[in-house]
């Protein structure tokens, strides 16, 4: 494994989007696969997530199997150790409090924050299918994410084009390899 890239952001925002375009743009990444105890959406690609009961990802996290793991509005995400032999740019698509973990064990990983204003987060997650009380749920919790990012200096992206800012975002990932 040579680079680790933490992409962070408000749930909404496009960061799944983003990360589906970089990895198929750029052979040299791959994608993590986190474990999540949360139900499947309607909108969740089939290879978006493991989904595993609580039993399952405490086992897994004892036996020290999360690089990073984290709980959010009530479920755990973890992200699974990575292979050593992994010689792709590693992406991970996590919480902020995730990226922390990380930069703790990793210094030389990259952080980027995807971002959005609230006005778009809440017409994007009105889209996605969320209902009103988890809808203002994830808008506080974004403002907690966006002062952690900050506190973590995380590059901020603005993803109000999506071109733009997977653009932006390679360009930054392709800079970081030299």
């Given at each position: ?28 990444l ?6 999540t ?20 990802f ?6 020290e ?5 984290n ?44 971002d ?44 109000v ?18």
């Amino acid at each position: 494994m040579s680079l680790i890239v933490v992409i962070s952001g408000p749930g909404g925002v496009g960061k799944g989007t983003i990360v589906r375009e970089l990895c198929e743009r750029d052979p040299e990444l791959v994608v993590s696969k986190s474990w999540t105890t949360r139900k499947p959406r309607a909108d969740d690609r089939e290879d978006s997530y493991f989904f595993v009961d609580d039993e399952t990802f405490l086992k897994h996290k004892e036996e020290e199997g999360f690089i990073e793991w984290n709980e959010f509005l009530g479920s755990m995400y973890g992200t699974p150790m990575p292979d050593a032999n992994e010689e792709r740019d590693l992406i991970l698509e996590i919480d902020v409090s995730g990226g922390r973990q990380i930069i703790n064990r990793h210094p030389e990983a990259v952080l980027l924050f995807v971002d959005v204003e609230d006005s778009e987060l809440r017409k994007r997650l009105r889209q996605r299918g969320d209902d009103v009380d988890k809808i203002e749920k994830r808008i506080l919790e974004a403002g907690r994410e966006r002062q952690e990012a900050k506190e973590l200096n995380y590059k901020v992206i603005f993803n109000v084009d999506l071109e733009k800012a997977t653009r932006e975002i390679h360009e930054t990932i392709l800079k970081a390899r030299l």
